[in-house]
């Protein structure tokens, strides 16, 4: 089983399932405007979740970016091939699982010609987090 909090036994899949289940109660209950729902199912995949982490360090992750031009203004965009190659998935796979992120909110894309380019949504993710952290 992997763990999704290292050595203590906690899955992924429970941790996902564990806050499906709240947040549903609760988004219907209360009628939260943020919807934590769809990022949690983003991120019950674990090739979605490791993404998520590999962008957060993008330079430790994956090599330069060259197609990217640092005039553009998208610091830190990886180019969905270089994920895919990562992850050893298919790229149509990939593009699927960051179309998925990004449309949760957690993802932010920029096309550059033939290349698309994505990076982490750090505002977003820290509203999750923090709304996460109050509710629990």
């Not at 983003?42 to 990217?68: C, Y």
């Not at 203004?73 to 149509?92: D, N, P, R, T, Y």
């Not at 998925?100 to 993710?125: C, F, N, P, V």
Request: charged content about 25%; aromatic content about 14%.
């Amino acid at each position: 089983m992997k763990s999704g909090y290292p050595n203590s036994g906690i899955s992924y899949y429970w941790i996902a399932a564990f806050l499906f289940e709240y947040l549903h109660f609760y988004k219907n209950r209360y009628n939260d405007p943020m919807d934590n729902l769809s990022i949690i199912k983003a991120l019950s995949n674990e090739t979605r979740f490791k993404i998520l982490e590999w962008l957060k360090e993008p330079e430790v992750h994956f090599g330069p970016q060259d197609h990217l031009a640092k005039e553009c203004g998208f610091e830190h965009g990886i180019c969905v091939g270089s994920i895919a190659e990562k992850a050893g998935l298919a790229q149509s796979v990939i593009s699927g699982y960051l179309v998925k992120m990004q449309k949760a909110g957690l993802l932010q894309s920029k096309r550059m010609g033939q290349w698309t380019y994505y990076r982490r949504d750090e505002d977003a993710i820290r509203r999750f987090k923090e709304s996460v952290q109050a509710d629990l």
